[in-house]
T-cell receptor
Framework: DTAVSQTPKYLVTQMGNDKSIKCEQNLGHDTMYWYKQDSKKFLKIMFSYNNKELIINETVPNRFSPKSPDKAHLNLHINSLELGDSAVYFC?????????????FGNGTRLTVT | GENVEQHPSTLSVQEGDSAVIKCTYSDSASNYFPWYKQELGKGPQLIIDIRSNVGEKKDQRIAVTLNKTAKHFSLHITETQPEDSAVYFCAASEGAGSYQLTFGKGTKLSVIP
């Protein structure tokens, strides 16, 4: 009954590879997000999707691309991985309404690029 | 864009004492201020939030206060317990009604039994 689930939990890969992280939410929320948490625990938004439309796109490298096959899924694809991409990536979701609603986070994917 | 400052970065308290974490924000149009708790190996979890039309909100041992004029808000945890040990994040919305949150840099709280 996990609300927001991410796979894999750990991902170790070499520089230059392409990888994907999957996210699914079963809360019926309309908006999904990807956040990056660096080694200093700083959380920064990368993308969000609302009803398959990208509504926030921070200045992240274009090697990162979000893909949403449907409202319940928002996957993150990363091309040509670099050492600096090592971080914990969190997927989150929230309902859409007239007021900003709380984010529900997954448990993260720890990406290590060697 | 919004800028959120959070202090202190680390905080140690004795079990049973109170803990206070403070945040300031820069965008006067921000209207939503949540607090998240992150335990080791897990994602942040909402513990309390406050909107700009309210000055204070309380939920059992946790309370949040908001001073819109000064643009700061605080988290208060009373009667701390070892299970309160975690990293706490404050956040502010990017302007009124924005779906984007800007997070503070976190406070690592340690409750000493």
């Amino acid at each position: 009954d996990t609300a927001v689930s991410q796979t894999p939990k750990y991902l170790v890969t070499q520089m230059g590879n392409d990888k994907s992280i999957k996210c699914e939410q079963n809360l019926g929320h309309d908006t999904m997000y990807w956040y990056k948490q660096d080694s200093k625990k700083f959380l920064k938004i990368m993308f969000s999707y609302n009803n398959k439309e990208l509504i926030i796109n921070e200045t992240v490298p274009n090697r990162f691309s979000p893909k949403s096959p449907d409202k319940a899924h928002l996957n993150l694809h990363i091309n040509s991985l670099e050492l600096g991409d090592s971080a914990v990536y969190f997927c989150a979701s929230s309902p859409r309404g007239q007021e900003l609603s709380p984010l529900h986070f997954g448990n993260g994917t720890r990406l290590t690029v060697t | 864009g919004e800028n959120v400052e959070q202090h202190p970065s680390t905080l140690s308290v004795q079990e049973g004492d109170s803990a206070v974490i403070k945040c300031t924000y820069s965008d006067s149009a921000s209207n939503y201020f949540p607090w998240y708790k992150q335990e080791l190996g897990k994602g942040p979890q909402l513990i309390i939030d406050i909107r700009s039309n309210v000055g204070e909100k309380k939920d059992q041992r946790i309370a949040v206060t908001l001073n819109k004029t000064a643009k700061h808000f605080s988290l208060h945890i009373t009667e701390t317990q070892p299970e309160d040990s975690a990293v706490y994040f404050c956040a502010a919305s990017e302007g009124a009604g924005s779906y984007q949150l800007t997070f503070g840099k976190g406070t690592k709280l340690s409750v000493i039994p």
